[in-house]
Structure formats: structure tokens, C-alpha cells
């Protein structure tokens, strides 16, 4: 992970976009990741312990998208809120543009249903 910031910071144009897409992958992963999580209710540690060090974004502060919830156990846990989710990552993210046609935030709360 240090030797690709490294080398997209001392990259030039057009090749420091060519190591921006390769880490595009890695944030797609743990996008999924996070909208599976939200689906299924799991904590976010779990979540952010799972996610892959190259696919991590400045507004992944999932902190503060999390809502309270019982699990099956009876236990409450901090889970993510997927309406939140969709506002504050995937459209504040350089994935943006890939997902702003084909994922809407009402697909999203259908899914979560």
C-alpha cells in the first residue's frame, strides 16, 4: 500500500490516473463490502477489519453514517445506515461517476428490505 501512494504521488498525468484506477478495484471491493454489511446488519468493525487497505477513501468515515440496532442476538451494535451510506460515500467518492447511473439510493433501501 505505501509503494502505490508513493509512486501515484511522484506519478505524472496521464500515469497517476492509470494508479488511480488500479486502486478503483479495491474501493468498488470494499463499497460492496459495506453495502453487503449494511444489508445484513453487520457491525462496523467487522466490516472496516475486512476492508482492503488499498480500496480505503477519505469519506469512508463510517462513524458517522451508523445507526443503532439489536442483532439476532439480542446485543446492540453499530450498523450502517444505507441511506447515509449512499450520500456521504458512494456519491462523495471518485467512484461516482461509475455508480451514479446504475445505483440509486432507492435500489439500495429495496435491497436492504
Not at 501512494?5 to 498525468?13: D, L
Not at 484506477?21 to 453495502?35: G, K
Request: with cysteine; charged share 20%.
Amino acid at each position: 500500500v505505501q509503494e502505490i501512494k508513493y509512486i501515484r504521488s511522484q506519478a505524472m498525468q496521464p500515469f497517476a490516473k492509470f494508479v488511480d484506477y488500479i486502486t478503483y478495484q479495491y474501493m468498488i471491493d470494499n463499497l460492496i463490502l459495506l453495502i453487503q454489511g449494511a444489508i445484513n446488519q453487520r457491525s462496523i468493525p467487522e466490516l472496516l477489519e475486512k476492508c482492503h487497505p488499498l480500496g480505503l477513501f477519505e469519506t469512508m468515515g463510517i462513524a458517522m453514517i451508523t445507526d443503532t440496532k439489536t442483532d439476532r442476538s439480542g446485543q446492540e451494535v453499530d450498523v450502517i445506515d444505507i441511506t447515509q451510506l449512499y450520500n456521504r460515500i458512494i456519491i462523495d467518492t471518485p467512484l461516482a461517476p461509475y455508480f451514479r447511473d446504475c445505483l440509486s439510493r432507492d435500489a439500495l433501501q429495496d435491497l436492504a428490505v
